[in-house]
Structure formats: structure tokens, C-alpha cells
T-cell receptor, first 120, second 112 residues
Framework: QVQLQESGPGLVTPSQTLSLTCTVS??????????WSWIRQPAGKGLEWIGRIYPNGSTDYNPSLKSRVSISIDTSTNHFSLRLSSLTAADTAVYYCARCSNSWGYFEFRGQGTLVTVSS | DIVMTQSPLSLPVTPGEPASISCRSSQSLLHSNGFNYLNWYLQKPGQSPQLLIYLASTRASGVPDRFSGSGSGTDFTLKISRVEAEDVGVYYCIQVLQTPFTFGPGTTVDIK
């Protein structure tokens, strides 16, 4: 059973850069059947797709964040990462990583998410 | 971007009774391969979202058969044949036809 574990700082200072890691266990991040996404959810609000990365490193980002976001993948250590720059309070949210089926287009949220608070 | 809307936004339900949630997209989600790229999720209180339905009408593994999805193009429906207490939470639809993938605002289902 594939499990995903988000990790990173719980508190980040405004204007700084957030770095989060999603560690994949129980399966290979290199599988051609899947790609990998980041999604976030501000407290009490809805879900926002941030972007995705394929095992070959190809990426797509939400235009609302495109100038500030970068997703990378390390197939040797089975993890992928999110970097979000120029943080403001509006970036405070629970950040989820997810496995996404290439064929059927669904996300699987196999982690608990990690809360990131942007505050001085 | 494709805009997703849901109705109602709040749905009080009675256990044992049916329930229905509508999801509409600003563009057709029907791919040339014949599939509608619309998924449904349930986020129970304090939990991560869990997949219920994908490709508009296919139940995910382990999802009870009281959940069903239907629709095509721009209009979709999630139905619960007989609501159980464990079905409370926020239901989201999401289009995965084109990036950026976009979620509906969510429908909060709670017990009357």
C-alpha cells in the first residue's frame, strides 16, 4: 500500500520561501502509471491544485501561483518537493501531496497533509 | 480556467434517506476518448479527502455502492441512495480534463 508523507516547517516568515517534501513509501515514484501533485487547503476553505510533476521531471503549475512555485522530483530517493516563494499570510494552509493516475485522472491523498503557517 | 460550481452548498440529511449533489462545469469535461474527467471526493472532519467517484461514474475501490455518480458534458450528479451517519463531511467535485485542475467550492453534508 503506497503511503505519502509530507514534511517541512510548520511556521514560515512572510516573504520567505517554503520548502516541503513528500516522501513516497510502498511504491516507486518512477512508475509510468502515475504523476505527483501538490494541493493546498486554507483553514475552513476549499481545495486548490498547485501543480504536478511527472517522473521524467515535466511539470505543470497553476497560473495563479506559477511565478512563485517550483516542483522537483528525486527518483533515487523516492520523493518530490514543493518550493513556494514570496510567502504571504494568504499562503497559510494545509499542504497535501497526492499520487495521480495517468490513465484515469484521479488523485489519491495518501498522507495527512502538513499545516504551514506564514507569520512573523 | 474551467470554473466548477456545486449546489447546494449545504445539505442537511436524514439517515436512511437519499441525497443528491449537483456539480456543473463552465466547459465540457467530455474527452474525445469518451470519458468525462470529473471526480468526486469526500473530506470527513479532520481527514484528508478520499476519492469516491472517478471518470464521472466509476466508484473507487472500497467505496460503498450507495454512492453513485452520473452525468456528462457540463452537468454531473453525486447520489447517496441511503445516507448513513458516517457520510457527513464536505463533498468536492474536481475537473481533471485540463490544467489547472479546479475544484468545486464543496457541499457540506450534515445530519438534521
Amino acid at each position: 500500500q503506497v503511503q505519502l508523507q509530507e514534511s517541512g516547517p510548520g511556521l514560515v516568515t512572510p516573504s520567505q520561501t517554503l520548502s516541503l517534501t513528500c516522501t513516497v513509501s510502498g511504491g516507486s515514484i518512477s512508475s509510468s502509471y502515475y504523476y505527483w501533485s501538490w494541493i493546498r487547503q486554507p483553514a475552513g476553505k476549499g481545495l486548490e491544485w498547485i501543480g504536478r510533476i511527472y517522473p521524467n521531471g515535466s511539470t505543470d503549475y497553476n497560473p495563479s501561483l506559477k511565478s512563485r512555485v517550483s516542483i522537483s522530483i528525486d527518483t533515487s530517493t523516492n520523493h518530490f518537493s514543493l518550493r513556494l516563494s514570496s510567502l504571504t499570510a494568504a499562503d497559510t494552509a494545509v499542504y497535501y501531496c497526492a499520487r495521480c493516475s495517468n490513465s484515469w485522472g484521479y488523485f489519491e491523498f495518501r498522507g495527512q497533509g502538513t499545516l504551514v503557517t506564514v507569520s512573523s | 480556467d474551467i470554473v466548477m460550481t456545486q449546489s447546494p452548498l449545504s445539505l442537511p440529511v436524514t439517515p436512511g434517506e437519499p441525497a443528491s449533489i449537483s456539480c456543473r462545469s463552465s466547459q465540457s469535461l467530455l474527452h474525445s476518448n469518451g470519458f468525462n474527467y470529473l471526480n468526486w471526493y469526500l473530506q470527513k472532519p479532520g481527514q484528508s479527502p478520499q476519492l469516491l467517484i472517478y471518470l464521472a461514474s466509476t466508484r473507487a475501490s472500497g467505496v460503498p455502492d450507495r454512492f453513485s455518480g452520473s452525468g456528462s458534458g457540463t452537468d454531473f450528479t453525486l447520489k447517496i441512495s441511503r445516507v448513513e451517519a458516517e457520510d457527513v463531511g464536505v463533498y468536492y467535485c474536481i475537473q481533471v480534463l485540463q490544467t489547472p485542475f479546479t475544484f468545486g467550492p464543496g457541499t457540506t453534508v450534515d445530519i438534521k
